[in-house]
């Protein structure tokens, strides 16, 4: 936050003699004066609804500059939400979350840390355009952004021209211009004891390496098989492929925030409206009803949706505790048909499985 603050205020203050306020921002429908101030008033409205835990679109105060304010003080309120929103970040326990619409109505620290140096980075972007300055934020910031924020764009060969595509800002070679967009944040599902949250690209890129995904796991976690469906994950976000909601979700115990296993999809929906689900759990945390608990919630939400009519998971033939839970969360043994039909589009590896099936009520 601190680096992109300081970068976008070094750059605009080369040209605060300059009338902002009669010159376009880039292709922004705002002025360069009204971009400047729309910077401060995302930074310090964000560090609001996180310290107050906004739920809901109320927020207690806006943020007015009075015209005869000058554009090096603007520059300032800038810098003054930096520090506060920083601030804020930094003491919010890393599972709070606070309302920002886009797209499920809520943020954690991270998320709106990376919501707001997307605003810092992009409105910088479009005011030195209107004024004709120099501006490339450093690649990390970009991709801090990208993959956080932007979880469904597959990565360009560079971190900044991608963000400025995705945004509608930008050409990238080989890809159709982009004329509508929006931030992404990661679907969170609370269940009674759990919450789900959707696993970010950034995060399971750290999962795969032997990293904790930013998660304060009990003991014994992560389990192997969330550290292979997160490097899957990095796969299809590299391929293009990923589509965060039919992605990853670490399951996060309520009552004191420890991540205690996995669960999620093997990708979108296929053309017969079909997904296949799957989970697992540090041992610790096995035999407590966790894993009905999620995927029951899981379940729900995915066949509520129109794209799915059916949920799979496969099970093996020696593992009567998970044939226990899919049972308990509604799942039926599947019929030699459908196993049959299943099993034909497997490879050698993975035919003989136990299929089970949830479909949508009529």
Request: a negative charge; hydrophobic letters at 40%.
């Amino acid at each position: 936050m601190e680096e992109a603050v300081a970068g976008a205020v070094a750059v605009l203050r080369s040209a605060v003699e300059r009338d902002w306020g009669g010159v376009r921002a880039g292709r922004c429908e705002w002025s360069c004066r009204e971009t400047a101030q729309h910077i401060a008033q995302d930074l310090i409205v964000y560090a609001g609804r996180l310290a107050g835990r906004v739920q809901d679109t109320y927020r207690p105060f806006d943020v007015v500059v009075d015209d005869s304010t000058d554009n090096a003080r603007v520059l300032q309120l800038i810098e003054a939400g930096g520090v506060l929103l920083t601030a804020t970040i930094r003491v919010t326990p890393p599972r709070a979350r606070a309302y920002h619409p886009r797209p499920y109505y809520s943020a954690n620290p991270e998320g709106f840390a990376a919501l707001a140096v997307g605003e810092v980075l992009l409105h910088t972007h479009d005011i030195a355009e209107g004024l004709n300055l120099a501006y490339e934020p450093p690649a990390e910031l970009a991709e801090f952004v990208l993959t956080r924020m932007f979880p469904h764009i597959q990565p360009g060969p560079e971190h900044w021209p991608t963000l400025l595509w995705a945004t509608g800002r930008g050409e990238l070679p080989g890809r159709a211009p982009v004329t509508e967009w929006d931030w992404y944040n990661n679907l969170v599902l609370p269940t009674d004891r759990l919450t789900l949250e959707g696993l970010t690209p950034a995060a399971a890129a750290d999962l795969r390496l032997g990293g904790d995904g930013g998660y304060d796991w009990v003991a014994d976690g992560p389990y192997d098989g969330t550290r292979e469906a997160a490097g899957m994950l990095v796969k299809a976000y590299e391929a293009g492929v990923h589509r965060p909601e039919w992605g990853v979700f670490v399951l996060v115990r309520r009552e004191d925030g420890k991540a205690v296993g996995g669960m999620g999809f093997h990708g979108a929906p296929d053309e017969e409206g079909r997904a296949e689900v799957g989970y697992d759990l540090a041992a610790s945390a096995r035999g407590q009803g966790y894993a009905t608990e999620a995927l029951r919630a899981l379940s729900e939400w995915a066949l509520a949706r129109d794209d799915l009519k059916s949920l799979v998971a496969t099970i093996d033939h020696d593992n009567p505790a998970s044939q226990r839970v899919v049972a308990r969360a509604g799942f039926r043994r599947a019929t030699v048909e459908e196993e049959r039909t299943v099993n034909e589009e497997r490879d050698a590896t993975e035919q003989g499985l136990r299929l089970y099936v949830l479909t949508r009520e009529a």
